[in-house]
């Protein structure tokens, strides 16, 4: 079945590191891909979204190149700051299949930056 | 900026009380989810509605149940909680007619505690 694998937490980063959280996916066609963002004690908002191959999402500073051939979507930023502590989840709907349009997410990776 | 309710926000009970959480949306979406979101952080969907007078149960199996009387309402209920019913539980809602690209918008989550 369709299905999100992102890598295991956490991830520990100083202030201004890179930021790369990897991601891949099984689907059957082409999903849309999601990127969401859960700061401590709220719920999840969207940070950024591709619809098809080689889209890229952005938003904050945060970048995902939707990758069919790798069939991955993974999260870079180029300076992290404190205030991005938070857990990440990638996520997906399917084009085909039983979902119903319903999110599948990864099980999250928790950053924290230190500044 | 999404406009989704939820309480309480934090609730301690003792095992065999009937509990409703609530949840509301102002953004006049037809579809609402409900999720479980655990201490390891993985979001399992329990509950869904396309509408009015429409639920459906999700991927994880749960002894809770939710009604759609009004669009913007979404509670869930639990008759009889046990301590394994601990957890946070997020409400989202949806357009639900974007499909494959359509984004979820969440509340801020009530975390419940069963003693």
């Known amino acids: 079945g369709d299905s999100v694998t992102q890598m295991e937490g956490p991830v520990t980063l100083s202030e201004e590191a890179f930021l790369t959280i990897n991601c891949t996916y099984t689907?059957?066609?082409?999903?849309?891909l999601f990127w969401y963002v859960q700061y401590p004690g709220e719920g999840l908002q969207l940070l950024l979204k591709?619809?098809?191959?080689?889209d890229k999402g952005s938003n904050k500073g945060f970048e995902a190149t939707y990758r069919k051939e790798t069939t991955s979507f993974h999260l870079e930023k180029g300076s992290v700051q404190v205030s991005d502590s938070a857990v990440y989840f990638c996520?997906?709907?399917?084009?085909?299949?039983?979902?119903?349009?319903?999110?599948?997410f990864g099980k999250g990776t928790k950053l924290s930056v230190k500044p | 900026e999404a406009d989704i309710y939820q309480t309480p926000r934090y609730l301690v009970i003792g095992t065999g009380k009937k509990i409703t959480l609530e949840c509301s949306q102002t953004?006049?979406?037809?579809?609402m989810y409900w999720y479980q979101q655990d201490p390891g952080m993985e979001l399992h969907l329990i509950h869904y509605s396309y509408g009015v007078n429409s639920t459906e149960k999700g991927d994880l199996s749960s002894e809770s149940t939710v009604s759609r009387i009004r669009t913007e309402h979404f509670p869930l209920t639990l008759e009889s909680a046990r301590p394994s019913h601990t957890s946070q539980y997020l409400c989202?809602?949806?357009?639900?007619?974007?499909?494959?690209?359509?984004?979820?918008?969440f509340g801020p989550g009530t975390r419940l505690t069963v003693l």
């Open positions: 996520a997906l709907i399917p084009r085909y299949g039983g979902s119903q349009g319903n999110l599948i």
């Open positions: 591709a619809t098809k191959a080689d």
């Open positions: 953004m006049g979406h037809d579809k």
């Open positions: 689907a059957t066609g082409y999903p849309s």
């Open positions: 989202a809602s949806s357009e639900g007619l974007a499909g494959v690209t359509d984004t979820q918008y």
